[in-house]
């Protein structure tokens, strides 16, 4: 990832940083699943069909579990699937932690991966063909988690450019279009297997959480913050302040 140069000398970095606990612990969970799933298809015990997110058993059955448990879960047989949602994980995670503190980061991360995992639920329970096959389907990974970093990380830093497809340099705001619009193709399409539905909910949710999470992180923190703006703007409106200077400038007011 290249960081656009600063007034203040270069920026460039090809890393975002060292590893946090938490990204270790998280990480190293999935990780450990992943080979757990491994080790488990050997044994004939399918871990992905008991754990991953399939709505008809979220619907019908009430099995919970499964909008969270999805989110811990890889294509056993496919290890590119795990690597890059880590290492996504650990580009877009890193500096989003070192901003929020480790327990927003965190807070952030399960809602995200969990409202995406409701949302694609659902979903599913449209009445059109491409929301239809998502409704039996078994659904696994940390995508949804993680493009609800992404779209985060768009938001921080929209100016910064990163390399789509390793190949181009493209600014973060203008990635999430380019994806936001791929992702919404493939499922009205219903031309890919991968989840795309789950990667927009990731979207939406993470969207939803960061325009109103204040409020309901902190809610009041919130009431304490809108009673003394309401008091500033007020005492503003009665008491006129000006600023110095030449005569000429007498009636100009300080904003």
Do not use: C
């Not at 327990?103 to 063909?129: C, E, K, M, N, Q």
């Not at 193709?185 to 969207?207: D, K, P, Q, R, W």
């Not at 325009?211 to 992180?217: H, Y």
């Amino acid at each position: 990832m290249r960081r656009p140069h600063s007034r203040y000398g270069s920026s460039m970095s090809f890393g975002p940083g060292p590893l946090s606990a938490a990204l270790k612990g998280l990480i190293g969970t999935t990780v450990g699943i992943f080979l757990l799933q491994v080790v488990a298809e050997w044994t004939g015990w399918n871990l992905t069909w008991t754990f991953s997110l399939r709505p008809v058993e979220v619907l019908e059955h009430f099995q919970l579990w499964r909008v969270a448990t999805y989110m811990f879960l890889h294509d056993p047989r496919n290890l590119f699937h795990l690597l890059f949602n880590m290492l996504a994980l650990w580009m877009f995670g890193s500096e989003l932690e070192r901003i929020w503190g480790t327990r927003y980061f965190l807070t952030f991360y399960f809602v995200t991966g969990i409202g995406a995992g409701v949302l694609t639920a659902l979903f599913s329970l449209l009445p059109f063909d491409f929301a239809a096959h998502v409704y039996g389907s078994y659904i696994y990974g940390a995508s949804g988690a993680i493009f609800g970093l992404l779209l985060a990380y768009a938001m921080y830093f929209p100016e910064r450019e990163m390399y789509l497809w390793m190949l181009f340099p493209v600014k973060t705001k203008y990635a999430v279009m380019i994806f936001g619009a791929i992702e919404l193709f493939l499922t009205i399409t219903g031309s890919s297997g991968v989840a795309n539905a789950t990667h927009l909910s990731g979207f939406v949710v993470a969207y939803l959480f960061l325009k109103g999470g204040r409020m309901r992180l902190h809610p009041w923190s919130e009431v304490k913050y809108r009673y003394l703006k309401w008091k500033i703007n007020r005492a503003r409106a009665r008491f006129d302040v000006y600023q110095g200077g030449r005569a000429q400038d007498w009636d100009r007011k300080v904003h």
